[in-house]
């Protein structure tokens, strides 16, 4: 096992160091279907690598043996989700920092490579998770030994949220990063109390997120919506962030409580009405709780 272990961890590094070397230097790939998605062959090559190991696991015959092996399999799968996001971590901080005589077409190009890797790296989580659940799949309707009561099986289930959960999430939160980053000039106007009267402000926030749904659109399920419902939750982090600062600290605790409740519908219309989201915006209920909160509160 300890044998195995090194020896898909050496192969796991591998993988991801051609991808790291493909993404210091190119574009990602793009299916050749209509969506033109953009992805890359990491996910596909790691996981055949494993199957090609699971093949030869299945037909051992003790199943202590077959269980510590898949155990290593798990280890390896968690291992290599943690370095793949490492390694797009660190292609963040590098697109981050600054290049001298840079030009705006220049700028323009890195940023548009760097949301292309984003969205690329979206759709890889994706289909890790999709791979995974085929490999559970292959498992537990393998004919060789009934394995598929094996309490193993059900720690590999778990791979597969955890690569929605702490893999596609934090993706889907860079992006959603870098579209605050463009309006960063706009929203120290547009988040104060009048900030729904400001038709033009508002026009510029809905123009934006448009010009950024496009590239979103080319993410797979359900990762085309997650980012989106990121995008509506900053918004909304924001906006209450500038009501706290600009109303607190002028009224009573009582009177803030009851401008919060006000403030509910008027904050929804807002959202759906003058920066429209492609999904099913949430009742922003938290207004409510925190008003009730606040107005419990003697000041």
Request: with cysteine; charged share 30%.
């Amino acid at each position: 096992n300890v044998k195995l272990k090194i020896e898909l961890d050496i192969q796991s590094k591998k993988i991801l160091q051609q991808e790291d070397e493909i993404r210091s230097t190119k574009s990602p790939e793009r299916t050749n279907d209509d969506r033109a998605i953009f992805y890359t062959s990491t996910p596909v090559i790691f996981y055949e690598m494993l199957d090609q190991n699971i093949k030869l696991v299945v037909t051992l015959p003790n199943v202590s043996d077959l269980q510590m092996v898949l155990a290593t399999v798990h280890d390896v799968i968690d291992e290599f989700r943690k370095t793949y996001l490492k390694g797009v971590q660190q292609y963040k901080i590098d697109y981050l920092a600054p290049v001298e005589e840079e030009t705006e077409e220049d700028r323009e190009k890195r940023r548009e490579k760097y949301v292309e890797w984003l969205i690329a790296s979206a759709n890889n989580a994706i289909k890790c998770t999709k791979l995974n659940n085929d490999l559970i799949h292959y498992l537990e309707k393998s004919k060789d030994k009934d394995i598929s009561g094996l309490p193993i099986l059900r720690i590999l289930e778990t791979k597969s949220d955890l690569f929605e959960r702490e893999f596609l999430d934090p993706i889907c939160r860079l992006l959603s990063n870098e579209v605050f980053s463009v309006l960063q000039t706009l929203l120290p106007m547009l988040l104060t109390a009048e900030w729904r009267d400001k038709r033009h402000l508002a026009s510029c926030l809905k123009t934006i997120i448009e010009y950024y749904q496009y590239d979103f659109a080319l993410i797979e399920p359900p990762g085309d919506i997650m980012v989106m419902e990121v995008i509506a939750e900053d918004l909304l982090k924001q906006y209450l962030y500038q009501l706290f600062q600009t109303k607190s600290l002028s009224v009573s605790a009582a009177e803030f409580g009851t401008m919060l409740m006000g403030e509910h519908d008027q904050i929804v219309a807002a959202f759906q009405n003058k920066i429209p989201l492609p999904i099913k915006l949430p009742e922003y209920g938290c207004l409510k709780s925190i008003a009730e909160i606040v107005s419990d509160t003697k000041d």
